[in-house]
């Protein structure tokens, strides 16, 4: 990594195709289970294509399925299917005769319940991917009729439940339990905006009037440390949130980021302060930090900044605008599309990341720094950056 040039990359990206089928199952092969993953070898999810048409209150026919693209690893049995959202869920259960890339058919069963965008996690082995199916209005009857308890104004009994930390993905124990009033049964979908990366939904069907109780999912990413409130759409009815701080994986190795709907993070592999050219023979000291992402290590990244006195102190702020500082994420797997972004002072039109050092102990050498602002991608959009942090023990 300390190979790396100061404010240099230099990057190269190729497309790999690969195109495999679906093997069918039979009696004659060896009866084990296929292993295998859903995500790229930079650990995003690969394609999820959805074909049909998704009308609430219509029953799914052979022509509702996703098709998912899933390396396998080892042949074997395979299980392939998402849970069951808003009615209707997809599956597919064969046998891998190979290992390699393929695609699969989910078959969607059920009904849909309600005309929304309806969101399914996809789990195959050890991984999960997310996709959206969009339901239309359908002919299935009048949704169900209903107030919320409390409204106007905050909701009644709302009981937020799990841990909510800054860049950290909220799982399936991040849920918030609101009561309803219902007056005519139906079907029902209540949900959030999105408010500091993250949001809440629910859906699904009233089979009874009265007092009852109903649990939003939270999904994203929460991006600052803060009492976040919610609002029901569509109401007043709102409820707040606890955004704790995160803690770093390891001593004197860690960083992280958030671009408002991915969160990265790893290990600083290298953390040093060196001597530097400048313009006009003179010489300046850097503070760089260069590190991979984890479970990398394809994904790298770089911050540096340049040291007024030549001495690292806590308290200063460097802009990557100027010629003072910089911050890339870059990957160097040239099979796939790079999540490259890139703040220094030579792009046009400028893009900002303030840098801080929050503090610096001389005794232990344990720095900690915070950084945030716009970046460069790729294909020249501008990138939101929040909630950076670095951790790290300068040589």
């Not at 969607?108 to 999960?128: E, M, Y």
């Not at 704790?244 to 592999?269: C, I």
Request: charge should be negative; hydrophobic fraction near 35%.
């Amino acid at each position: 990594m300390k190979a790396l040039k100061f404010l240099a990359i230099v990057l190269g990206a190729m497309a790999l195709f690969i195109g495999c089928q679906k093997e069918f199952s039979y009696e004659s092969l060896p009866q084990v289970s296929a292993t295998g993953t859903l995500k790229n070898d930079s650990g995003g999810c690969m394609p999820v294509t959805v074909f049909g048409n998704y009308s609430a209150g219509d029953t799914l026919s052979d022509s509702n399925y996703v098709l998912v693209q899933v390396n396998f690893t080892q042949a074997g049995n395979y299980l392939i299917a998402t849970g069951s959202s808003n009615g209707f869920s997809f599956k597919d259960s064969g046998y891998a005769v190979k290992a390699g890339l393929q695609s699969i058919k989910l078959k969607g069963t059920g009904r849909p319940l309600a005309q929304q965008i309806t969101n399914f996690s996809v789990a195959f082995d050890t991984s999960v991917c997310t996709f959206s199916v969009s339901v239309n209005a359908g002919t299935s009857g009048p949704p169900a009729v209903f107030t919320l308890a409390g409204t106007p104004g905050n909701c009644a009994n709302a009981q937020v439940k799990g841990d909510y930390k800054e860049g950290t993905p909220l799982t399936s124990d991040n849920v918030v339990s609101i009561q309803v009033n219902v007056d005519s049964v139906g079907a029902y979908s209540i949900s959030t905006g999105v408010s500091n990366g993250f949001s809440f939904a629910a859906q699904g069907v009233f089979s009874t009037t009265g007092l009852q109780t109903v649990t939003l999912q939270g999904t994203g990413t929460p991006t600052t440390v803060d009492t976040t409130t919610m609002q029901i759409n569509g109401t007043t009815c709102s409820f707040t949130v606890a955004v704790s701080t995160n803690t770093f994986a390891g001593l004197d190795s860690a960083w992280q980021f958030s671009d408002g709907t991915n969160f990265y993070h790893g290990f600083v592999d290298t953390a040093f302060t060196r001597k530097v050219g400048l313009q006009g023979g003179d010489s300046a000291t850097a503070l760089s930090f260069y590190g991979s992402a984890y479970p990398g290590p394809d994904t790298l990244f770089q911050l540096d900044v340049l040291l007024p006195g030549n001495a690292v102190q806590s308290g200063t702020t460097y802009n990557t605008d100027s010629a003072n500082a910089d911050f890339y994420l870059y990957n160097t797997d040239t099979t796939t599309v790079p999540p490259y972004y890139r703040a220094d002072y030579t792009i046009t039109p400028a893009v900002n990341i303030q840098i801080t050092i929050n503090s610096y102990d001389p005794v232990t050498k344990i720095a900690t720094v915070v950084f945030s602002g716009t970046a460069r991608n790729a294909a020249g959009e501008n990138i939101t950056i929040n909630g950076g942090k670095v951790f790290a023990k300068v040589d």
